[in-house]
């Protein structure tokens, strides 16, 4: 008998049919990755188990029982959990008093040393090790999401559902991670993984269910299938996996970072040389100076020390607006944050940037014909999906937003793009589009700079890679002559000889 | 198609609220005895029944034209203006001083748009150090703006009480304006001057840049995503200071107009709070330029019409406060409106 079973279940929003007659099935004490691209409707039939949205109609069983969950308070009751991308944890009280919320020991007054001992317990029992009293707030990424996997399990969840933990982690953090499911699955306990991403779901999963644009395509034990048939399950089409580069040419330089100081906390410094024709991959585990030379690259922010040098030009102490000018453009690593105006239409979103162009104003008043042509041209030729050119950039995916911004700032031919994580969040048929203009750029020869987290991408897109640690660039390596074990021990701090 | 269908949503839901802030306040007119439609009836025709009324209702507008566009203005860029009261009476009495001092020596004709353009000026200052606080220093604009309004109400009264008070005058006032310096009626006998068109022109300027400038599309970034805006090379700084800047210049154009139109001299005091009920205009009106006339009409429309009320049906004029207070609270929370109509969202 399934712990869960989910029968027929259908969900609109408005006009739109985010489930479709979905059946969805999961095994007691199995690990169960729920794959699909973004707006597959995963979040969504997880949402509906937990009681936060309720389906149109359909039925649900839990342990062959038929049950209707109006709330998470319900969901809990029937022991089942779930870890949101977003924390529901409150920043300014301990770990101990997060995790007894809701369910606090003691009659009158809390009894702290009762919870503390329950606790305790379960720790060992599932090998987490938290300091108690520490505030949330000071907690990094992976340690608040331990935590709420932990209240979870506190609260009696024997059915836990992750959505998309791995999209905030560093690769250390997700082994962690993995390491505690493991754990779990060894306990009894069934696990819910919503997740876009092949590789996480290969390593980890018993069985894998596929969705696609509200409907179930299909549900298959792991050790049968292989990550291409899964992908051309997820986006429908056969996906060919290997881009083929072409021979690497570089020209002249185009940028150079003369001992570029980025962090306050250390004396290291980053100094490298971008040529035309050239991607120069910087991997590094998140948090190592990437953020602050993203900053420093488009204007925003001041290096601490150092020169940038931009076709021989000392461009250190030149505001945003003229670097765009000159023909520098950005892919900024937070697109909500630092890319798009998400209440504005796409249109506008086109000028961002280049709204002192003289293609698009003279004097001061805004040339919208031009505009609009040059946003078509973009529309089509990056084959993005929009309804119209008036439509609010918000209401598209976050794989075409990031198409706009790409084609924004790779269409008025720039002759330098620093792309920083430029793929983060995006599903893979936007991965590969993006990574396939990547190397198009590179071919008409432009100079580009990609920052990335994702050890893979580097390698795959770089020709020149230099690792980040600690804001020094403290290893560089010619693509081909170095391996991804070395490439670890760099990030992880070792100096090569 | 969308946003079509948004801008009626938003129009419904005013018109809904208004509508409810006429229905709750019949219903209180009911329970103290008054009879709501003899009263309604009054203030129609006291706002619309005779040229005169209808006159007296577009004076009452323009003023709050004029700080609806100011505070629409700088809500646009993110910015909140709260600081209208202020310099409302830094332009009225920097532009009455100049037209005073000047219009011994030197024709009306000159006389009048440099006082204006002083006027103007003073807002301008006061605004944009509001602007300048927050980009250099960081300090929240609201704090700073009501200081501010502090620090310009009691300053005007101090110098109409003191240096600058009529001869042999028993209230704080400056010397009245020269005829010809004050703004003509439009209609003979009443209150509405030519300020009327130049509102209405700065409304068609107002949109023209925000649709078709850099510059208002530089506003509309920075009001929808600060930091998109700073990475897309707006000079945020320069422009939270400018921003500021030209909303206090909208805003003193209340004052000179009031000034120099309604009541011919500075009187302390003379704005009580027109600035304030400007943010009103503004949240109805959806910062934009139709928005803004039509709430302004609204809002007159009480006011002129509230004389009328109180004759007729004896009601205290001060309840058009209460309707004007209940549709900010409905248009501030649409959830209400939505709520009422069984269109929550989930």
């Given at each position: 008998m399934p712990a869960i079973l989910m029968k027929q279940i259908s969900k609109a929003f408005d006009r739109l049919k985010a489930l479709d007659h979905v059946d969805f099935e999961v095994d007691a004490g199995e690990v169960h990755c729920l794959l699909g691209e973004n707006g597959a409707g995963k979040s969504t039939l997880m949402n509906i188990l937990y009681g936060l949205y309720h389906a149109d109609a359909g039925e649900i069983y839990i342990h062959g029982k038929a049950v209707h969950i109006a709330n998470p308070k319900i969901a809990q009751q029937y022991h089942i959990g779930m870890v949101h991308q977003h924390f529901m944890l409150?920043?300014?009280?301990?770990v101990l008093q997060n995790i007894i919320l809701?369910?606090?020991?003691?009659?009158?007054?809390?009894?702290y040393a009762e919870n503390r001992s329950r606790i305790d317990e379960l720790e060992r029992l599932y090998h987490f090790d938290f300091d108690l009293d520490k505030p949330i707030s000071v907690l990094s990424v992976g340690e608040k999401q331990r935590v709420e996997i932990f209240k979870a399990l506190y609260r009696g969840a024997d059915i836990v559902i992750l959505d998309?933990?791995?999209?905030?982690?560093?690769p250390q953090e997700v082994d962690v991670l993995f390491r505690i499911l493991d754990d779990m699955r060894k306990q009894g306990k069934t696990i819910i993984f919503i997740t876009h991403k092949l590789h996480e779901t290969m390593v980890l999963s018993d069985r894998v269910t596929v969705l696609r644009n509200g409907k179930i395509i299909g549900s298959l034990?792991?050790?049968?299938?292989t990550p291409k048939i899964l992908a051309t399950m997820m986006v429908g089409y056969a996906i060919d996996f290997d881009i083929v580069k072409s021979t690497f040419k570089p020209g002249k330089p185009v940028l150079e970072l003369r001992q570029l100081k980025v962090l306050a906390a250390s004396h290291a410094t980053i100094s490298l040389q971008v040529r035309q024709g050239e991607i120069y991959g910087i991997a590094g585990v998140d948090g190592n100076g990437q953020q602050e030379l993203e900053g420093i690259l488009a204007g925003t922010a001041k290096p601490l020390s150092g020169r940038i040098i931009f076709n021989g030009e000392d461009i250190t102490a030149m505001p945003a607006a003229k670097r765009k000018a000159k023909g520098i453009a950005l892919i900024p690593s937070d697109r909500l944050q630092n890319a798009i105006l998400p209440g504005m239409p796409i249109i506008d979103n086109y000028l961002l940037g280049f709204q002192h162009n003289s293609m698009f104003s003279h004097f001061g008043i805004l040339r919208f014909n031009v505009l609009k042509k040059h946003a078509d041209n973009m529309v089509n030729q990056y084959s993005i999906k929009i309804s119209a050119l008036e439509q609010p950039i918000s209401q598209l995916s976050g794989g075409n937003q990031q198409k706009i911004v790409f084609s924004r700032e790779a269409g008025l031919n720039p002759l330098l793009l620093v792309a920083v994580q430029p793929v983060r969040g995006l599903d893979i048929g936007a991965i590969d589009a993006i990574h396939r203009q990547l190397l198009q750029l590179r071919d008409r020869g432009k100079a580009i700079l990609l920052i990335s987290t994702e050890l893979s991408e580097i390698m795959e897109m770089s020709d020149t890679i230099g690792v980040l640690y600690k804001g020094e660039l403290i290893a560089q390596r010619k693509a081909g002559e170095v391996t991804i074990e070395q490439l670890g021990l760099f990030m992880a701090g070792e100096r090569p000889e | 198609m969308t946003r079509n269908r948004k801008y009626l949503e938003d129009v419904g839901f005013s018109l809904v609220a208004i509508l409810l802030s006429f229905l709750l306040v019949a219903v209180i007119m009911l329970i103290l005895g008054y009879n709501p439609i003899e009263a309604y009836k009054a203030l129609f025709e006291g706002a619309f029944g005779s040229s005169y009324s209808l006159s007296l209702t577009l004076s009452k507008s323009v003023p709050l034209i004029f700080v609806g566009l100011a505070v629409g203005f700088a809500l646009q860029g993110g910015l909140f203006n709260i600081g209208g009261e202020g310099q409302i009476y830094i332009g009225g009495f920097v532009a009455a001083i100049t037209g005073l001092l000047l219009s011994h020596t030197i024709p009306a004709f000159i006389t009048l748009p440099v006082a204006v353009l002083s006027g103007m000026a003073g807002g301008f200052l006061w605004g944009g150090t509001i602007g300048l606080i927050k980009a250099k220093l960081n300090i929240n604009e609201v704090i700073v703006a009501i200081m501010m309004n502090y620090i310009a109400q009691l300053m005007t009264s101090y110098f109409v009480n003191g240096p600058f008070i009529a001869a042999k005058s028993m209230t704080p006032q400056t010397e009245i304006l020269p005829l010809n310096l004050q703004l003509p009626k439009?209609?003979?006998?009443?209150?509405?001057?030519t300020s009327l068109y130049i509102a209405l022109i700065m409304c068609v300027l107002y949109g023209f840049v925000m649709k078709r400038t850099v510059f208002g599309f530089e506003v509309k970034a920075m009001g929808n995503n600060l930091h998109s805006a700073a990475t897309g090379g707006i000079y945020v700084a320069r422009n939270t200071v400018l921003i500021m800047a030209l909303s206090g210049a909208l805003a003193a154009m209340a004052g000179i107009f009031e000034v120099f139109g309604t009541y011919g001299r500075f009187i302390d005091g003379f704005s009580s709070g027109i600035g304030f009920t400007g943010i009103a205009i503004a949240f109805i009106g959806q910062s934009t330029p139709i928005g803004i006339i039509l709430a302004s009409l609204l809002f007159g429309s009480l006011q002129a019409g509230a004389m009328q009320m109180s004759m007729m049906a004896g009601i205290s004029a001060n309840i058009n406060n209460v309707i004007q207070g209940l549709v900010i609270v409905f248009i501030a929370t649409p959830n209400i409106i939505r709520f009422a109509f069984g269109k929550r969202r989930s």
């Open positions: 409150i920043e300014s009280m301990t809701g369910n606090e020991a003691g009659r009158f007054a809390i009894d998309e933990p791995t999209a905030v982690l560093t034990r792991t050790e049968e299938v | 439009i209609i003979p006998n009443t209150q509405l001057t």
